[in-house]
């Protein structure tokens, strides 16, 4: 599909040069987002025995998350991503690295992850390709296993892009700066609403047990979508929980602050 061969165009091209660290440069950097950010989304399931993530980049996520698990499998479809985190973390014995064209999962032995995991990632890929994940990952999960996933809710303003869209771009670029449209360029997928994943993770036999509808960058518009889903009947199912988080960029702006303070900062007024 077209988006799958653009996301492969994109990633294997980029200026890698920083390991994708700047796209955590606007919540205080990578360290601040891990644990002010992840952490507290994920420590319920920590550690873990088998962790998968899908799309690691150059290992932005993938640093923290092999401290947390007995084995760590990373799937990317860009060669170049997977060529960096073999040589980034050569000495790390437990990490396996493969390389996927953007859908599949057949490398994975079924009811072998207990963890499958991925963040600012797959908010590129479309419904297609999510679903055929989450098609995978109902096989591939163990029986308490966990989904965590970062993907958009862009969808959710699909009337709204396209007539911001038809905005000029001397107009279109200082609304989105001020939030008063949804953040077109953040590429997020259009395609893509926190409600269709849902939707597709039970037709998986994946329940969501909770969505986290977030804001991002720019504005308080709920572009994103951070979805917890496990098998049924696993000790982690129970009552769906959904979530509308528009301070979510907010908050993480404020880490940004707190972490990139000195001895001179004054906490109390961060609010």
């Known amino acids: ?30 360290e601040a987002m891990w644990h002010g950010t992840l952490m507290p989304r994920i420590h319920r399931f920590l550690p873990a025995g088998t962790i ?13 998350l092999k401290e947390h698990c007995e084995r760590l499998v990373l799937v990317d479809l860009a060669e170049n991503c997977i060529a960096h985190c073999r ?63 970062h ?9 709204l892009a396209e007539l911001a869209r038809k905005l000029p771009p001397r107009l279109l670029g200082p609304m989105i700066a001020r939030g008063v449209v949804p953040d077109l360029a953040a590429w997020r997928a259009e395609g893509v ?3 269709a994943f849902a939707a597709h993770c039970e037709a998986a036999g994946l329940p969501c047990i909770v969505q986290e509808k977030i804001s991002w960058e720019r504005g308080l518009y709920l572009i994103d979508s951070i979805s917890t889903f496990t ?31 000195g001895a001179g900062l004054d906490v109390h007024a961060l609010g």
Request: with cysteine; hydrophobic share 40%.
């Open 1 to 30: 599909m077209a988006d799958v061969e653009k996301n492969l165009r994109i990633w294997r091209s980029w200026d890698w040069s920083r390991a994708g660290d700047e796209w955590s440069e606007w919540c205080g950097g990578t």
């Open 52 to 64: 998968l993530e899908i799309a690691p980049g150059y290992g932005r996520w993938t640093q923290f």
């Open 87 to 149: 040589e980034r973390f050569a000495g790390e014995a437990h990490i396996a690295y493969h390389v996927n064209d953007g859908r599949s999962l057949a490398m994975l032995e079924d009811e072998s992850v207990d963890l499958a995991f991925s963040f600012d990632s797959l908010v590129h890929a479309e419904l297609d390709v999510l679903a055929s994940y989450l098609d995978q990952l109902a096989r591939k999960l163990k029986r308490d296993g966990v989904g965590f996933i």
């Open 151 to 159: 993907h958009s809710n862009l969808g959710a303003y699909s009337r």
């Open 193 to 195: 609403d926190a409600k």
């Open 231 to 261: 098998r049924h009947g696993s000790i982690h199912d129970g009552p769906p929980r959904v979530a509308r988080n528009p301070l979510f960029g907010i908050a993480a702006r404020r880490m940004a602050r707190l972490y990139a303070g």
